[in-house]
Nanobody
Framework: QVQLVESGGGLVQTGDSLKLSCTAF????????LGWLRQAPGKAREFVGA????????SYADSVMVRFTLSRTNAKNTVYNEMNSLNPGDTAVYYC????????????????WGRGTQVTVSS
């Protein structure tokens, strides 16, 4: 059974940075694309970014381009989301997701989900 466990969320101020981590259990992570979705209160779930199995292919939502950077360490079965220049619009629960490709994750087509980690950015 695949389990994705996120960590690193918290309460920060506008302009601050946070680094989220997600470790996968029960799966060989190197075979899959990994990514992050987020959902703010009262809003639909939205794609944030994804990274391919080798780490060379990435895709980001326009709203986070340049500010967020995804990376992965397959030997540790872990993917990271380094978030810079955070603003209140980034406040959401961030979910780690696993899928067959970056392109599918960008359409919110996933195989597995984590339970999420809360990120709150105060103004």
């Amino acid at each position: 059974q695949v389990q994705l466990v996120e960590s690193g969320g918290g309460l920060v101020q506008t302009g601050d940075s946070l680094k989220l981590s997600c470790t996968a259990f029960g799966v060989t992570m190197s075979r899959y694309a990994l990514g992050w979705l987020r959902q703010a209160p009262g809003k639909a779930r939205e794609f944030v970014g994804a990274i391919g199995w080798s780490g060379t292919t990435t895709s980001y939502a326009d709203s986070v381009m340049v500010r967020f950077t995804l990376s992965r360490t397959n030997a540790k079965n872990t993917v990271y989301n380094e978030m810079n220049s955070l603003n209140p619009g980034d406040t959401a629960v961030y979910y780690c997701v696993l899928g067959d490709s970056v392109e599918l994750l960008a359409t919110n087509t996933t195989k597995s989900w984590g339970r999420g980690t809360q990120v709150t950015v105060s103004s």
